[in-house]
């Protein structure tokens, strides 16, 4: 769905835009609207471009005057555009030349958990106020020491176990979420002009950090210890960046003998691994944590965000000693004085009484129905993921205009993200994460899955549109 070239003048589009979309699945006002939002953010419009008439553009199109409408009124409602009577409609002031131009991708960096169908999370956080609501318990609530109190971190240390990590309370820091914990990793230990290995695609919000510090991010070939000796023999590397199960975006996930052979390489060396294991507690059995066989360069950051719900911003930081611990208690104090202290309180109870495990749990089942769902509709080798993962990579051929497709997956409330946002260098393969969680539900997924099954396959189910 490429707009027609278009010629500017004096700053209006006027009738020259005109989106392509006799090739769009689903309601054509919707493939209209995901084409004015997509050629926004290819600078194809711009804020005060004016769009063509309704009647105009129905004719050219072929389509009926209310199917334009609709898509009108659709892209008003997303602040698109806005209406200024007989003058016509523009693009809103408020967007701006490649932002992503529609509320319904607000959440375009983030990948979310799925709703259980039957969550059982207001329940759990109803009964924990209850319980902290009881004698002694508000004292869970006030100022914490940094890095976070005894009795949190020795929960940290006990859920940490479960991937291998034996660890005394002292190396445990209760950080402000994940990205508190890699924020105050990489203050400690990286400094302007390191070296940081990683994958030729990387989480977003790992990146920033490293833009913030000026450190150079180094994609490696594959992720393995080969590859590491390659990069660090061409220039040396301070650190390894890896999310080791289910790799944000691509899906893939480090088998144990090679999180063997990279922890040996990493502890002959020095050079330190940021272990970034959003996703490690979610599948029924965890592989051991790189960490684990790398305890003297090994940091291990989990969140509850990714695993439970964005709403628990806790995590845990497991550092290679006690004095690197305290480094990091001072890192994440600085930025986010503490994690919230109910927030870590719940966690706390909810991992005593296995509450933590039943919420964790529910997450699973629903992320593999949806994968499930996923691979039923999509098929087999046509795209990469996790069984017990919520979102998917996709190749894409040169055919496919990613901004466009995601924005028309957007308007059926699924998250996709192209691959440039993710990548390090310039010459990586053109995909599309593709979120099966937040709060779009099972019938809307359904939906909006095979509205995409329909615009990457023929009607004969070739792959006309995957590389």
Known sequence: ????????????AGDAWLPDI???????????????????ARGELRHGDRLP???????????????????????????????????????????????????????????????????????????????????????????QRPGGAAADR??????????????????????????????????????????????????????AIARRIEVTLVPLAAMTAEA????????????????????????????????????????????????????????????PAIASFAPRVGWYVTSMAKIVSPALRVGFVRAPGVAEAMQIAA?????????????????????????LDALIDAVR???????????SVLGDGRHAAHPQGYHFWLPLAVDIQPDTLAAALALDGLSAVQSDRFAVAADTPRAMRISLGGTIDRRGLSRALHRLAAQLWTPGGAASHIV
């Open 331 to 355: 890192c994440q104090h600085e930025s986010a004085v503490m994690a919230p202290p109910l927030n870590v309180a719940m966690v706390s109870l909810w991992l005593a009484d296995g509450t």
């Open 1 to 12: 769905m490429r707009a027609k070239n278009m010629k500017r003048t004096n700053g209006v």
């Open 228 to 287: 590491l000796e390659a990069a660090h023999a061409a220039a040396p590397l301070r650190a390894l960046y890896v999310v080791p199960t289910n790799d944000n975006p691509t899906t893939a996930t480090i088998e144990i003998g090679e999180r063997r052979a990279i922890a040996a390489w990493a502890e002959e060396t020095g050079v330190q691994i940021i272990e970034d294991d959003a996703y490690g507690l979610l599948p029924d059995a965890p592989i």
């Open 154 to 207: 020795e929960s940290g240390a006990e859920l940490l176990a479960r991937t291998g990590l034996s660890s005394s309370v002292e190396q445990i820091i209760v950080t402000a979420g994940g990205q508190n914990g890699l924020h105050a990793i990489a203050s400690a230990i990286l400094k302007r002009g390191d070296r940081v290995a990683c994958g030729r695609f990387v989480y977003p919000g790992f990146a």
């Open 53 to 143: 008439p309704q009647r105009d553009l129905a004719v050219k199109l072929g389509i009926d005057l209310t199917t334009v409408t609709k898509a009108y009124d659709l892209a008003r409602q997303r602040g698109l555009i806005v209406a200024r009577g007989r003058a016509g409609s523009f693009i809103s002031e408020d967007v701006r030349t490649g932002e992503v131009a529609t509320a319904a991708q607000s959440d375009i960096a983030m990948n979310s958990p799925p709703i259980p169908i039957e969550s059982r999370l207001t329940d759990a956080m109803a009964s924990a106020l209850g319980t902290l609501g009881r004698a002694g318990g508000l004292a869970r609530l006030h100022y």
């Open 22 to 40: 006799a090739n769009a699945a689903g309601p054509k006002y919707k493939a209209v609207t995901a084409a004015i939002s997509a050629a926004v």
């Open 365 to 375: 089942k629903e992320a593999s129905w949806r994968q499930r769902l996923a691979h």
